[in-house]
Antibody, heavy 115, light 106 residues
Framework: EVQLQQSGPEVGRPGSSVKISCKAS????????MNWVKQSPGQGLEWIGW????????DYAEKFKKKATLTADTSSNTAYIQLSSLTSEDTATYFC????????WGQGTLVTVSS | DIQMTQSPSFLSASVGDRVTINCKAS??????LNWYQQKLGEAPKLLIY???NLQTGIPSRFSGSGSGTDYTLTISSLQPEDVATYFC????????FGAGTKLELK
C-alpha cells in the first residue's frame, strides 16, 4: 500500500525558514517524482514543484522559485520542502503528492507564520 | 501557463440528484484531466484520471467526460457521503488545479 507520511505542524517566525518531510512507503521511491502542493486557508490548490528522487532534478512553478527548495533522500525514502523568508502569505497546508500523477497524497502539514 | 476555470463554485443538491461539475481549460489539454474529492481536514482523493478512468475503489456513480478544453465530472445519484469540495487538475502542461466546487446537501 502506497503511503506518504508527512511531518507535523510547524510554526515559523516571519523571515525564518521551515522544512517539511514526506516519507514514502509501499513503492520504489525513485520510480516516481514527488510533487508539492500548497493550500491556503479556505482556498484552492497550487502546484509548487516536483523533484525526481533518482536524479535530484527539480521543476518549480514560477511563483515558488525563490520560496521553495525541494530535496530528497533516497536512503530514507523521504522528500523535503524548505520554505524560506516566511511571510503571512506562506501560512497554509502543504501536501506532498506522488507523480503518476497526484494519485497518492500525504495527509498535509500546516505551516503557520506568526511572530 | 494553462488556466482552469471550474464551475459552479458552489452547488446545493438533494440525495439522489444527478450532479455535474465543469472545468474549462484555456487551451487543449488532450484529456489530461483528473478529478479529486476533498473532505474537510483531509487530503484530496483521486476519483477520475485522464478524463474518464475511474480510480480503483471509487463508486461507479462517479464518471468523467470531455475533450479538448471542456471536461465534466458527473455524480449520477448524489449520496450524503459525497458532500465535499471537488477539484479538477490538468496535467497536460505542468499542473494547474481548478478553484474548486463546494457541494452541499439541500
Amino acid at each position: 500500500e502506497v503511503q506518504l507520511q508527512q511531518s507535523g505542524p510547524e510554526v515559523g517566525r516571519p523571515g525564518s525558514s521551515v522544512k517539511i518531510s514526506c516519507k514514502a512507503s509501499g513503492y520504489t521511491f525513485t520510480d516516481y517524482v514527488m510533487n508539492w502542493v500548497k493550500q491556503s486557508p479556505g482556498q484552492g490548490l497550487e502546484w509548487i514543484g516536483w523533484i525526481d528522487p533518482e536524479y535530484g532534478s527539480t521543476d518549480y512553478a514560477e511563483k515558488f522559485k525563490k520560496k521553495a527548495t525541494l530535496t530528497a533522500d533516497t536512503s530514507s525514502n523521504t522528500a523535503y520542502i524548505q520554505l524560506s523568508s516566511l511571510t503571512s502569505e506562506d501560512t497554509a497546508t502543504y501536501f506532498c503528492a506522488r507523480g503518476g500523477p497526484f494519485a497518492y497524497w500525504g495527509q498535509g502539514t500546516l505551516v503557520t507564520v506568526s511572530s | 501557463d494553462i488556466q482552469m476555470t471550474q464551475s459552479p463554485s458552489f452547488l446545493s443538491a438533494s440525495v439522489g440528484d444527478r450532479v455535474t461539475i465543469n472545468c474549462k481549460a484555456s487551451q487543449n489539454i488532450n484529456k489530461y484531466l483528473n478529478w479529486y474529492q476533498q473532505k474537510l481536514g483531509e487530503a484530496p482523493k483521486l476519483l477520475i484520471y485522464n478524463t474518464n478512468n475511474l480510480q480503483t475503489g471509487i463508486p461507479s456513480r462517479f464518471s468523467g467526460s470531455g475533450s479538448g478544453t471542456d471536461y465534466t465530472l458527473t455524480i449520477s445519484s448524489l449520496q450524503p457521503e459525497d458532500v465535499a469540495t471537488y477539484f479538477c487538475l490538468q496535467h497536460s502542461s505542468r499542473y494547474t488545479f481548478g478553484a474548486g466546487t463546494k457541494l452541499e446537501l439541500k
